[in-house]
């Protein structure tokens, strides 16, 4: 069964990110545009819920964040139920813990999830993404490296990713402005 996210992310810039949505336009499979408002709640277990221009889901990640493959666990709902996930997440005494705001294209190119994101106080990414079983987890993660070195694009490290993150965790209130 593939229940195992595969998937790595860069920061560029804005120029990149224009120059990335062109490319893919062109040599991609456009799947389109899309406004998520993501809520991260403060639990041992990543636990997220979202609200998009399609529809609203619940969605839990095993593994530490930005690892390169987790188990991922998601239930998908009307986009006018995202109030009452959140309500009764609420109600079962988890708080938020941050909130993002992105706008996301996504595209399937060379049997790869792509999705180009502008993230308001956080940047712009690009991430690769791929599906795979627990045995195949490592030979995805190398397939999804080689498309990076195809792209030219350099892999940001984790670590760099990890001190964004908390600095956007400890200011996305005043970030979101």
Known sequence: MKNIEVEIRSFISEEKYQELLDYFKKEGEFLGEENQETHYFDTKEDLRIQKNDN?????????????????????????????????????????????WFRKRNNFKWKDVDVMIDWTKGYGYIIELEKMSTEEEKDKTLEFLKEKFKELNIPLTPKDEFDKKFKDYKENWRELIK
């Open 55 to 99: 529809y609203s889901k619940i969605w839990m990640k095993k593994g530490e964040l930005h690892d390169d493959h987790r188990e991922e666990t998601e239930i998908k709902f009307d986009t006018d139920q995202f109030g009452e996930l959140e309500k009764l997440f609420l109600g079962l005494g988890f708080g938020v813990e941050i909130k």
